[in-house]
């Protein structure tokens, strides 16, 4: 069965620098990899996903992530974060098989973005 | 397109009473599904459907209960509500085709059982 782990609950940056939001995944076939964010009273929307091919996958709002099959990591980027960044983030995994295998969801990470 | 829709909105039930949330898409997606979010816990999910007919178990089914007799349409119906099912729902779509597409999710429905 698949999974999806975010090691962190909470993750603090200050506006400007760099962020990273972690997320592993457990498949026994080929991944494909989501992230999602929401904001406060909001449904979730869709940010990036890796199908296949190129490993750095661009997404909505200047966000990237990283694909790297050895450490089965997922992780989300931004170079430079804004306050406006701050949500709750969710990595998620579908094994690539079939269209009938669910979407699974990490427990999510929130990122605070401080001026 | 309206995208996902979700009705209520908010639902406070009494222990034991039984209510439907309504999904509904106008994407023509061919799979939608049905999760949980609690504090801490992520999204779960409750049932999905590949296509109109086809239901199938999530992680926590249990206390729930979904039919799929049209595309744009998909139901979640609690039998006999109790204070566990306290949650935020949300209802997602998105084309099947090999799983690649991403999902759709509507606002969600904040349901308070007491």
């Known amino acids: 069965a698949q999974s999806v782990a975010q090691p962190e609950d909470q993750v603090n940056v200050a506006e400007g620098n760099p962020l990273t939001v972690k997320c592993t995944y457990s498949?026994?076939?080929?991944?494909?990899l989501f992230w999602y964010v929401q904001y406060p009273n909001r449904g979730l929307q869709f940010l990036l996903k890796?199908?296949?091919?190129?490993?750095l996958v661009k997404g909505s709002y200047g966000f990237e992530a990283e694909f790297n099959k050895s450490q089965t990591s997922f992780h989300l980027k931004k170079p430079s974060a804004l306050v406006s960044d701050s949500a709750l983030y969710f990595c998620?995994?579908?094994?690539?098989?079939?269209?009938?295998?669910?979407?699974?969801f990490g427990k999510g990470t929130r990122l605070s973005v401080i001026a | 397109n309206a995208g996902v829709t979700q009705t209520p909105k908010f639902q406070v039930l009494k222990t034991g009473q039984s209510m439907t949330l309504q999904c509904a898409q106008d994407?023509?997606?061919?799979?939608m599904s049905w999760y949980r979010q609690d504090p801490g816990m992520g999204l779960r999910l409750i049932h999905y459907?590949?296509?109109?007919?086809?239901?199938d178990q999530g992680e926590v089914p249990n206390g729930y209960n979904v039919s799929r007799s049209t595309t744009e349409d998909f139901p979640l119906r609690l039998l006999s509500a109790a204070p566990s099912q306290t949650s935020v729902y949300f209802c997602?779509?998105?084309?099947?085709?090999?799983?690649?597409?991403?999902?759709?999710f509507g606002p969600g429905t904040r349901l308070t059982v007491t």
């Open positions: 459907s590949v296509g109109a007919g086809i239901t």
């Open positions: 997602a779509s998105s084309y099947r085709s090999e799983g690649s597409y991403e999902q759709y």
């Open positions: 890796y199908i296949t091919g190129d490993n």
């Open positions: 994407m023509n997606h061919e799979y």
């Open positions: 998620a995994v579908r094994e690539g098989r079939s269209g009938n295998t669910p979407l699974v």
């Open positions: 498949v026994s076939g080929n991944p494909y």
